[in-house]
């Protein structure tokens, strides 16, 4: 790691908790809540949730085969048209530089969730963001995760 940052800014480390803690909280399913996870990793390179999200993601119950193939989820028929929808959302917001936000895709998201679960899905897309680009910037640790998580 080059920074130990947890200890350096131990008040960021605790607002990142707190807004995680919120989106965690989410209604959402929680198997797609880890594949959002696991995407925007992907995006962005970051091994070490791609580590955490991966194990959480079985921990739950996801399946390894779906997990396999969620980097290349529109050509695998393993997904519903809501998880379809919701990966596209967090793709577009993990690039938004290049992609932004575009009606099309929100015009999905309003088939399959409603505007509370559009909101949470967004924040629980935001906060991986900020989790990868600190994990990325700080070189995370990466082999030593275990999940905590359980089946619901």
Same mark, same amino acid.
């Given at each position: 790691?080059? @920074?130990?940052?947890?200890?350096?800014?131990? %008040?960021?480390?605790?607002?990142?908790?707190?807004?995680?803690?919120?989106?965690?909280?989410?209604?959402?399913?929680?198997?797609?809540?880890?594949?959002?996870? @696991?995407?925007?990793?992907?995006?962005?390179?970051?091994?070490?949730?791609?580590?955490?999200?991966?194990?959480?993601? @079985?921990?739950?119950? %996801?399946?390894?085969?779906?997990?396999?193939?969620?980097?290349?989820?529109? %050509?695998?028929?393993?997904?519903?048209?809501?998880?379809?929808?919701?990966?596209?959302?967090?793709?577009?917001?993990?690039?938004?530089?290049?992609?932004?936000?575009?009606?099309?895709?929100?015009?999905?998201?309003?088939?399959?969730?409603?505007?509370?679960?559009?909101?949470?899905?967004?924040?629980?897309? @935001?906060?991986?963001?900020?989790?990868?680009?600190?994990?990325?910037?700080?070189?995370?640790?990466?082999?030593?995760?275990?999940?905590?998580?359980?089946?619901?």
């Amino acid at each position: 790691m080059r @920074i130990d940052w947890y200890k350096i800014s131990a %008040e960021g480390y605790k607002a990142m908790l707190e807004f995680e803690k919120f989106a965690h909280k989410s209604r959402l399913d929680h198997k797609l809540l880890e594949l959002i996870k @696991i995407r925007a990793s992907q995006i962005n390179g970051c091994a070490h949730c791609l580590e955490m999200h991966t194990k959480d993601a @079985i921990a739950i119950g %996801e399946s390894e085969q779906r997990l396999f193939v969620v980097a290349a989820w529109r %050509e695998a028929p393993f997904f519903s048209e809501k998880e379809k929808a919701a990966l596209a959302w967090c793709e577009s917001l993990t690039e938004l530089s290049s992609k932004g936000a575009p009606e099309n895709l929100y015009r999905d998201l309003q088939k399959h969730f409603t505007d509370r679960e559009i909101t949470e899905l967004t924040i629980a897309i @935001i906060a991986i963001n900020g989790w990868n680009r600190l994990a990325v910037s700080f070189h995370s640790d990466v082999g030593n995760y275990i999940s905590q998580r359980r089946k619901d």
